[in-house]
């Protein structure tokens, strides 16, 4: 499976931000990729204030990327979304996972909530509007097994093992917009971390660079072998990142280093 992870630089303008998508979802089938993953809240990264009204799964943001997948004949995670939650002050943060034909094949909403407040410092609290999803997902990808996740849940290992060990994944994913501040010193560190604890393979798809209000996003997209070793990384800038899964190999690591066999707990 050859696949390919879209950095991009969302802001306020909707309408450009699926623009710009689009035109990395065509680079990455130009590339051959099986597979394109995009970053969290792909189609908006700005004030609250020109927030587009929430959708549900198959609105206006569902049809993009459905209408881009089956005209690509590529399989596309469409990175995130706010997606209509279980009451008026709150959304999901969602992933859509769409197949060659542009059909619905999993929808992820993102259980952990980046809650943060240090006093006198940083005041974020992702729970005031955005509500928790309660289920792990595992899309089957033609034979391959692929775990769904968001950013944030990045720094809890419970889930990815439960997508590896009851989900049997083979390929973990990880949508982001991840800090600059946390991600210069902690974003390659999880990212390969989950790949060698978990023996999997981890495709994560990054927001880069400035977005309203005084936000930075690390970028640094890369796809990680189930031994640990970057395999792609995207340069700081807006880009794609390609690496092709050898799942011979997967089975190599896990048979001659049997972490997972060999687990007690």
Sequence with gaps: MRVAVCQLNARDDRKANLGAARRLLD????????????PEYVDYLGPASGLPAPEPVDGEFGAFFAA????????????SFHEAGPDPAHTY?????FDRDGRLAATYRKIHLYDVEIPGRVSYLES??????AETVVVDIEGV?????ICYDLRFPELYRRLAVDGDAQVLVVPAAFMLHTGRDHWEVLLRARAIENQCYVVAAGQIGDHDPGRTCF???MVIDPWGTVLAQAPDTVSIAVADLDLQRLRTIRTELPSLANRRL
């Design 27 to 38: 680079r990455a089938a130009a590339a051959g990729a099986d597979l394109a993953v995009l």
């Design 219 to 221: 970028g640094r997209s």
């Design 145 to 149: 097994r692929l775990g769904l996740s």
């Design 93 to 97: 943060n969602t992933s859509l996972v």
């Design 68 to 79: 881009a997948a089956r005209e690509l004949r590529m399989w596309v995670l469409a990175g």
């Design 128 to 133: 005031r509007g955005v509500a928790p999803g």
